[in-house]
Each structure stands twice: as structure tokens, then as C-alpha cells.
């Protein structure tokens, strides 16, 4: 058993790692936090927690949060990195499940995050925390950064492709319709059931702040500059991301869906369907797993490559389980094992 | 490990079963059987269940079901009664998901299910599956029969004030909304998410097949007459049953939140709520868990009592999970402990 | 043509108003304000408008709204009541959406609002605005209370019964379920489509703001005192209520059918739907029209009434253009004359 | 007035059709036909259409069709290519909801649509009713082939860029999303509330019927082949289509958002949206609106071109009416100008 904090307790993030963290077999939830709910019993915000839980909300304190093993950032933007030192300081590991210590170059995350960066010396001992790319390093990690929703479907739809060096990586097109809990729990017009619901809308086509982090991943795999066109839209649902990916094949004779089958034959949470599948959200709701599927329609060169996730597992709170499981040695599906809701 | 079957895998109420039971640690699942789907993988036709499974759905057959410790029925009704007998006969024991077994008079069955009862011989023996009420009966049972989802909401609410008698049984109200998955997953233009969505309304106000089911157990445990108003009502969402249940009190001076609970201060699936409460069925979504609140609005002598359960679950399968944990002996909670998926 | 002014246009009663009045062929909207949309185009904010208004929001001026012909007020409870003697004075018409001159008692009022009356010298020249009960009165009125949403569907269809003295009016029951445009337009939390889709519950079971002014007019028809237990629902769509109502039958051997057709046959807006029918909310979606079904379940004594409404027309801004027609001598129906919106 | 027959009625582009034509000041609706639901009244079926409608349906039947000046077939395809003969030689205009005459080539159209052409002969005369595009063949037309509703949101979106021929056309994108009732009301188990709620998903990917249509219009615009991409998907809500649209730009120094403007500026059923804009599909619901926005991300060579409509009104029912409305000399947009439902 270790001991496990939760800093920023109230967001959909945070209240996800309680539903997982509750029921680890090797986990106690010592200390959640939360300013604004301080003192109030966390099963009282969330009544799915009850009986699972007797703790309070309390103030972010780094005394009360140094007695944990590990601590989970699910706070906004721009808190982890200001606390991330002390703890770390005092042996405790950390994933942060924020935007932190996601991006390597701490000139570009400011150009995204409008904001200085609190500490750039830790960002290159940060380690991306997507375990099909990087588990060795999450092992010996002690600070993971977690990688965000859209990165995460995003890239493991394209990494087949871009490692093998199949596709044009000057001209990648990622079209990703998510669920509305990725925008929050925080109150906002845009997010009310009578403004999502019924409707469907692109966002940020301009930009948004999960496109470096995703050339960055892509990049790293095909060692060089990738041109990624990314666009988000909000579809009226709680959870799941659905990334439709396209890329020009520059490779003929290649068997992709072989490609695909091998490229993730050892992983328990990447499911390659079978050739011609369709995934749908739904199969992974309130699951770890990253469902693919490859297609290249009527035989021409431009691949279509469909990725489902839940936004709050594989794409936060269950990847972040995923990775504390390999920094502390367990399974690692540990805690993860249940099966989508379906319907 | 004990060997189960599954007769009828196709519906809701089956695939929710599958969920639950592939990751029971004491099951191993050996037959789903469904006429319509026979050859081909489960976890083809459900692909949450991929990696769960590699059982095909076979046709049913009573020799390959009868190597099994017990069946569910997850059928029609009509089907389990037909098939009962030459289970129990060798030795397997059954849960019945449908209605066949759950009414003791088979001529108020056959008036209400428009059918003869093929073994009213068998009635006697089946056990009502709610563990609140016949909890030593189902653990000794061959047969049990699993209680309707609006039994389960509404019998949960009104047990306290029917059975201690403080209330006028001549003139209960439940007034019920479940999601569309109480209609089924077969193909129906009333389901369609362009005709269910968006949109609310009651059904079968004249009459409801779970109406005599409610006041069979409502009459068993108040000991005398029951006049009950049922109104069913299809609510625009997946899964849950929201009871409202109205109830004249005729006695003062109760402490009907202390009533409630300390009437069900034992049982791990019923949760009465604080004082003013008002529970939400996405607090139970995917959970086993009934949960209560008890109001006297105005102080007045009306009250009300609102019940909600997940009508897959606590409603058909979970309860089916826990029924057989009685039957063989395991924990009662056991393969039913996650948290309710939330949001 | 009459001069048209809409104060508070950016909540959804007020933009349901402004979809109805910029296609009424009387009608020229003049003015429409908003204190925080001061300056910007009102189709900027609601882009479904392009193309049907090129006004501005500004900020509400005694001067700029005393040149409409009338006002309607859509803004939250305690803004009318400041501004109406102003406007009266200088000869214009008003209709208010609020809740401030609904309920005749000042102090009855003060009791559920929270706050003081502003001009209770008033209270007896507004006018409630439910033409089906007052349509004369509404047509001399210079002051029209528009009933709210859960009033509207409980009183029509609670009023037959109750002015015909066919039932107990000690017992009445309304279980309400509303969608969640009811709960406006404003960020919060409980409005989010993560925390209001996918779940159903009761809300304000102690008491809703509601319950008087149903009670008032239902004991302004029968001529007696009301006991009324009102419990409102949220359920997970954005547009429709869905009252069910029930009543004990005092009376023997009336012809119910023909009692809410005869009731109802001169009403444009009241549908009595055949016997045995289920309305759904869906077929009011858009429409001013309310839809009426009675039911007397296994022909016992507790009676049944479903009444379906849109919340935002014939709940809120159709019924105030009903209103506005009789004011000003068009016909009732004028600019509501479109078939909902289905599926 | 004209007196007008609908084959067809009773699925949702047959609704749609009726909801818009019992209103429209022009059109009598004599004839309704349904072999399902022969005998049984319009109104029944749907109730939103109660007061507006007395007409039973009626068994196709040429000889009562050919009393009528129009007929529109909303029917599967197959049917309307029997029977269009038999209707132009008496006389009759036809506007036909389904796709046997939107393809020139009746071996093109064979391959798709798994079938003969019943008579390729009328091929060449049908007009492809996209007013943008044919206004004046329209307006001459005696048989239209109304557009599907991915290729009006698709052809749209794209002509302005191919009919200037700004992009590389040998390698368009459509990633195109629709609402379920674009599925049809026929009973299957992929359209329930609980198959299609809560998860989004691609299908068809393989080849979709409304690639060889769009392929056809946008060739026709820029007179050389033209590579398309066409994933459709589906979302979980009723109405909607949102088009996304990725092209690689070849010429620089346009300015495309005057270039849409004016290719634009005279038609009333397609809005421009200011640069920047992210228009949803909600504000087109229930409208005959086509609503667009072009996107350059970051200045680079990719353009994003964003195309909302209502797929049962600008992508079926409503455009045949605009089709209608410009072959019988009636003003455009006569009868579609209600501003969209929202929220």
C-alpha cells in the first residue's frame, strides 16, 4: 500500500483518479485537496463516492502532502509547476496531470500557455507519460508529465506510420471530435447541456494548445519537422475522443494492418481492431483502452486512421493509474481492468 | 471458480451480465447462448468485451447448459419457464432475469403476460430475488426470481413505511421514469435516439406489467391490501430508474429519516441519504446501489420518497451477481464494488 | 406595426421571444437590452438570428423603452417590479416573464422570493397571463403577469377537474419534470451537460417557488382552499415539461373524455388528445400548444393527467406573444402558427 | 395555390416535408401516401402535426398523384425512377428526396446503389436541384433531383476554393458528421437511443454513396477530376450536419474571406460567417440555412472550411421545397423563413 494525494480534487480529472484510486488494491487516499471545497466531505460533492471514501477536502498543504509516496496534479494550468520542486524536494513522486512539464521547450510552452514557466529546470527530467512510447523511462521516473487527451489518441493512431516512416510527415491532418467533459467542470456557457447538447462545432481551428504537444511527440518518433493540421470539435456526449487521422502514403506494398497488429501486439491497452472496423467511443467508456482501427480507402494513397479513447482515462486519469503503477512496480493494469460501461 | 451460463447474451440486460461476470473472480463463464447470433464471437458483436472473451454464442442447448453450476436467463419472458425444469433437474441452478417466476398467482401472470404459465408447479419454490426482503430464502434457493427494475426502485422506497405500517396502503403512488434501456436492445421505432431523445412521456398508464409485481411485495410485507397507481415514463438517457413515490401518513411523530435509516442500516446496496437530499441516478450509473431520501414537504402529510437505482444493474444484472453470491456462499458485494461511473 | 422592446434579451426566455417576434408580422423590434452585452450585435450572440436583426443590445433606458408600444420583460425575479410604474406611466404596455406580478399577496410573494415587493400597489391591476382563464381580462390589461413554465402545464391540466368540483382538492399531486432550459441561461454547474445528461432527479421537493402560484390559481377556480404536493424533476433535454397529475375522483360516473374536450374545444392552443393517449413532450417542441391526455387507470378512483408544454412558448415567450396578441387586438394565434419541430 | 402529393410520409424527410408545406401559404396538400400505414391519419402518426393536417395515408397511386402539380418522393431509393414516368407524362412535376436521379452516369449510379437504373433515359434531363449552383435549370425543370445532405454541406463548403481553383483538387478531405435522424426512421438497432447516445463514431469509410455525388458536382465546378476523401460519422444528437473541409491551397495572396463573401452575396440560404468563426450546428436547426467559415491555421497551406446545415431541411425537406418554390415562380425562400430553433 502507498499513500496517495490528490491536489485539485473537484474537477472532472481529479474526481475520475478517486473512482479509479478508491478501489486500487494498493492505494490509500490520504489527502485530497480543494480551496474552494475545503472541509466538506469529498462523497459529499461526488455521492458516487459514498461508502469509498471518508475524507474531507483540505487546503493544498506541502507538510500534509509530503507524507504521501506519490501526489497527482489535477489542478489547472500553472499550479503543479510552482509546487512540483518542494515535494519532489522531500521524495515524493509526482504525475501532474496539467500541461506543466509537457512541452520540452519552455519558450514554446509559453507562446501556448501565456505564462512564464515556474520551473524549467525540471522540464527535461519530466518524462512524457505515455507508457507505449516511454515505459522504461516512467519506471525510473519521478515526475511524470501526463499527457493530454487529444495528444494521446492523436498519437497513438499516428505512431505506426511516422516511426516506420510510411507517410508524408509535412502534411498530417488529426480531425478530433471529444466529448464535453473535456472542457471542464468549471461553470461556463459554453458547456451547458442546452448549448452542447444537440449541436456539433469545431474550436480552436485557429489553434489549440494540444498541437505542439503532439508535433513534439510525432516528431520525436520520426526524427524529424512534422506539419500537423489539428482540429478539435465538441460533440455532444460526456466522454470519449474519436480522432479521425489522415496521411498520404508514401510507401507502397506495405500490409498496414499487420504494421498496426505487431506495433502494438505487447500492449494491454492499445486494441487494434480488426481491418474494416469502424470503433466507436462507447466500447471504451470509462475504460484504459485505445481502440484503432486502419483503413485506406478504395485503395488510394491517403490513409485513414480512426483512434477512440475516454478522455478521462486513457486520455488523464487512467493513464495517470497506468503510469503510477509502473513507477511503484505494479501490474500494470492494476486497478484498470474493468470493462467499458456498455450502453 | 464455479461454471456459469448464460442464456440469451444479446440484450441489455446480458451484455450488463457479461460486464460483471468476466471480471467476478469466482466465475468462469462457460456457455452464452442466442439463437439469433449463433457462431459468431461475443466479443465481435460487443467490442467493450474485447480481451475479455473469446466464447462464441452457441444455440441453447440443455446438455452443454447443464454442465454449468448455475444459468441466468437473460431471455424474453417465456423462455426460462419452458427450460427450468430440465436444468433443475440436473442439479444446475437458475437465476431468472425475465418475469416467468416472479408472481406467485399464475393466473394473474397468465393476465398480465397474455400467456398460460408453462410450470406454475415451480412458483412455489422460486425465490423473490430481493436480498433486502428474502435474503436467508435466496440463499437456499434452486430457483430465483430476479425482480423487475421498477419493482426494485419502488419496493426499496415504500418497504420502510408499508412495513412498520405508518402509511395508508389504499392509495400509494409511484410515479416512474426509467431510461430507454429498460425497453431492450431489439429493434424498435419507439427506442430510435431521434424518437426517445429529446423528448419525454408516460406510457402504460392504463397498466403495467410490474404493477401486480410491486403490490404482491408490497401486500406480502404490509400484510394486508395494497392499492397502488403506477405510472411508468420513458426519460431521454441511457440508464437509470428515478422512483417518485407518494404515500399519506397516518401516523405522527415519526422520525421517518431515523425510520429509514436504521431500517437498512445492514445492507451494503441501500443507501439512505442525508436529510433534503435529492439523488441523482448518475450517482448509481453502472453501480448496484439503491439510493433513498425520505421527504414530508411543508410538513404536510404527503410524502415522498425518492428511489433511484440503474436499471441494468441494481434493476437486472447486478442484482442477478448478488443473488448468486448468496446462492454459492461468496461475499455478497463481491464483483459489484466499483463506483458508479460519475459523470 | 407596434414598437417592440425586449428587456433582458440574452437569457433563453428572452431569445425565445425574439425568434417568435422577428418572423410576427406586427411587430418591429425596437429596442433590446442587456447590461452585459452593452454595444454588441445581437445576432452576434445568437448567430441562429443573422440575418433577422441588425439591432445592438444595449443598456435599458427608461427614455429609449417609453417609444415601444410594450416591453416584455425577460429578466430574473425583482427587475420588473422597479422598472413597470415608469413605463405604465408613460402609456406603455407591459408583459413580464418574471415571477413579480404573478401571486397576488404581497407578502405571500416576499415569503418565496426572499425580498420585499417593489410596487404591490400594482399587484391588482397585473393581469395573470393565462389566456384559457383570463383572456378578457388580458385583453383590457396594461399589465400582464405571464404565468411561469410548471404552472402553465399543472393548471390546464388540473383545471376541468377542479372547476367542475369533480375531485379532492385537499390532495392534489403534480410531479413535474422539466428540461433544463428551465434553469436559464446562466453558467452553473448543475446546468453542465456532465452533470445534467445522462442523470434524471427531483429537485426543491421541500418547496418550489412554483407551489403558490399554482395553488392561487387553482383555488381561484375551484373557490376553495388547495392542498397541493408539488415535486419539479430535471430531466436530461433542453426544451419540454411533462406534468403528471393526479387526483382523487369524488364523483362518480362523469365522462371525463368529453368533459376536457368540451372544456378545451374553443382553445387554439389546448389539444385534449384521444383516450388512452401518451402525449410526449416532443410534439410541442417549438409550438405554443399544450397537449392533454386523462386517464382513470383500471377505472379505480385516482385519476390521471398528462400535460405536456415547450417551457420557453407556451411555458414563457409563445404565451407572451399570445398575450401581446390579445392586448393589441391581432389574432390570438398570430406568429404561433407553426407545427413543432420533429423529431 | 398548387396542389401537392408527398410519397412517402412517414419518415423523417417525409415529416419534415409536411411540417413545411402545411404552412406554406402556396401549397394544398392533397395526397399522402404510405403502404404501412395506409388508412390510418397523417396526424396520428404525428401528433406535433394534430390541427394542422385531416389527410388519411393512401396507397400510392398514379392516378390520384397525377391530379397534383407537384409530387415529391420521400422514399428509399429505388422507387421514384418506377414511377417517375408514368407522373411527367401526365403532366406532373416531381422533386425526388431520394438519389436515383442525382447521378448523370447510370453505370456510376448502378455500381453504388447495388441495382439497375430503371430509366436511365431521364438522367440527363433530371435537374441536381442545388439552387447555388442550377437556379435557372431549376426553374425549368419538370423533375429535380434533390442533393443528399452530405454533399449540399460538402459541394457548399468546397465550390467556392474549386470554382476558382485555388486548391489542389486531387486531394480534398471531407470529414463530415451527421446526426442520427440522417439514419432514417426505420427500426434498427444502430439508430436506438442506447446504441447511438453517448459515442460517436466513423462508418463507411470503405466508400460511402455520397462520395460519387459530391465527386460529380465538384468535378462539374472545376472541370477536371477531382481526388476526394469522405469519412462520414456519427453523432449523437438528431439533427445537424457539420462538414469539415481540408484543402491544400496552390495559389497565394488570396483573400478568402472576401473570395466566400461574394461568391455568396446573393443567396439567402448560405451565410458567411465572419473570419474566425466556428459556426454550430444548432444555429441551423429546424432552418434552411447553410452556415460556413474558412480557416487558414497559422497562415499555412492547409485551408479548413467549416460547413454547417440541417440535414432533413437544407439537406433534404427544406431544399426541395426552395426547389419547389423556384419551379412554380413562388418567391425563394417562401415558407422557410423561420429563424432556427435555439436552443
Known sequence: MIKVGVVGGTGYTGVELLRLLVVHPQVELTVITSRGEQGSAVAELFPSLRGYLDLEFTVPDENALSSCDIVFFATPNGIAMKQAVGLLDKGVKIIDLSADFRIKDDQLWSKWYGQSH???EL????????PEVNRDAIKAARLVANPGCY???VQLGFLPLVKK???DTSKLIADAKSGVSGAGRGASVGALLC???ESFKAYAVPGHRHLPEIKQ???QASGSPVGLTFVPHLTPMIRGIHATLYATLTSAGE???ALYTSFYQDESFVDVMPAGAHPETRSVKGSNVCRLAVHQPQGGDTLVVLSVIDNLVKGAAGQAVQNMNLMFGFPEAQGLDAPALMP
Do not use: H, I, K, R
Open 118 to 120: 515556474a520551473c524549467p
Open 123 to 130: 522540464l527535461n527530467q519530466a518524462v512524457y507519460g505515455l
Open 151 to 153: 495528444p494521446t489518441a
Open 165 to 167: 516512416g510510411l507517410v
Open 195 to 197: 448549448e452542447a447538447s
Open 217 to 219: 511527440g510525432l516528431e
Open 255 to 257: 500490409d498496414l494492418q
